[in-house]
């Protein structure tokens, strides 16, 4: 359950329903999701929180399944069950195959293993690692 409100476009006000103008015509829908209008409680956060993220996840190096998978392997790893979510539908709507998906989530699990093992076994960097 939320710790604010979820506010619908009636609750919210101006500054908070501009930036809900400008996701809708970013995505194409009518929808703006509950993470959104959680953050329309703070207008100056929703502002920055998507103006960043329209230019994190924007056109860059990256092409944009790659930037959902990264988001997804992060969103597991802070155990943000509703990121994971946003963002696997946001790859599956960039082209993520479930096959693709298995094999993200194969890798973000091995991660996760051999993270915790070097961790836990305090390995030193190897010298030719080092940037």
Request: aromatic letters at 6%; proline letters at 4%.
């Amino acid at each position: 359950m939320a710790v604010v409100p979820i506010l619908p476009d009636e609750a919210a006000g101006a500054e908070a329903l501009a930036v809900f103008a400008e996701i809708r015509a970013a995505r194409g829908t009518d929808y703006i999701n509950h993470f959104w209008r959680a953050l329309a409680a703070d207008p100056a956060l929703l502002r920055a929180t998507w103006d960043r993220l329209q230019q994190v996840m924007g056109p860059g190096t990256l092409d944009p399944l790659t930037k959902e998978l990264i988001y997804i392997a992060v969103s597991v790893t802070n155990g943000c069950g509703y990121c994971i979510h946003s963002h696997t539908a946001a790859a599956r709507a960039r082209g993520l195959t479930d096959a693709q998906h298995a094999e993200a989530l194969a890798v973000i699990a091995m991660a996760s293993q051999t993270n915790a093992l070097a961790t836990a076994l305090g390995v030193e960097v190897d010298e030719r690692f080092r940037v």
